[in-house]
């Protein structure tokens, strides 16, 4: 009698442990760490049962630290490794890899604003709703050539041979967002640590529906 009143009441409290919950993964790596591979799939366990709106803890509990990310942009043949980490939502990975990218020169496209970068990985959160508007760069794609929403996660990106693999192609239409991160309190990074060579990013192509990436006339 005991367990199924523990049982009950867990049920109809959990909603209210979600604000203290978020408070803390937030602000802690290692708590996320620790906890996620327990947590996160109880978490969308309840989610599928459509009783309890867990949308938010489910998303901070799959936040990526220090994650390596295997990045191919199709329309140049060229490929990329990039280490990310408390990246809330691919809408702010989105801006992330366009700052890196087109930004630094490496690929062409639409170049975030830089208040929108700042938005992205300011550790201070901003006050309030912004009207600082991103366009789209890419269309974000994984191996098989489906598409990764920006509504999604870096977690939704599948990990092909040890690494987490995305592939960037030109954007199939215009779409813009606001640049308010998913987690205000949560700021993200996002690091280009290599450009791969010629050879690795053909071997990389290889792996995806793309082939060896290259576009060529027909």
């Not at 191919?72 to 990039?82: A, C, I, Q, Y």
């Not at 496209?109 to 990985?121: C, K």
């Not at 794609?141 to 192609?169: C, T």
Request: glycine share 8%; charged share 25%.
């Amino acid at each position: 009698m005991y367990e199924a009143t523990r049982l009950a009441l867990a049920w109809c409290s959990v909603e209210d442990w979600q604000p203290p919950a978020l408070a803390v993964l937030c602000r802690s790596a290692e708590v996320r760490r620790r906890h996620a591979s327990v947590i996160l799939p109880a978490c969308r366990d309840l989610a599928a049962l459509e009783r309890h709106d867990l949308k938010c803890l489910a998303y901070a509990l799959a936040v990526l630290d220090d994650e390596p990310l295997v990045v191919l942009h199709k329309p140049t043949g060229t490929g990329f490794e990039v280490r990310i980490g408390g990246i809330g939502d691919n809408f702010q990975l989105h801006t992330l890899l366009a700052h890196l990218l087109v930004g630094g020169g490496h690929v062409p496209g639409t170049m975030p604003s830089a208040e929108s970068v700042r938005l992205a990985t300011d550790p201070k959160p901003a006050q309030g709703r912004t009207e600082t508007v991103t366009t789209g760069a890419f269309e974000l794609l994984a191996a098989d050539g489906e598409r990764i929403w920006n509504e999604g996660l870096p977690d939704d990106i599948p990990v092909v041979d040890g690494h987490r693999l995305l592939v960037l192609d030109e954007p199939t239409y215009r779409r813009s967002w606001n640049a308010d991160r998913f987690f205000p309190h949560l700021p993200g990074t996002a690091e280009l640590t290599r450009v791969l060579t010629t050879d690795e990013t053909r071997t990389w192509f290889a792996r995806t529906s793309s082939g060896d990436g290259i576009r060529r006339p027909s």
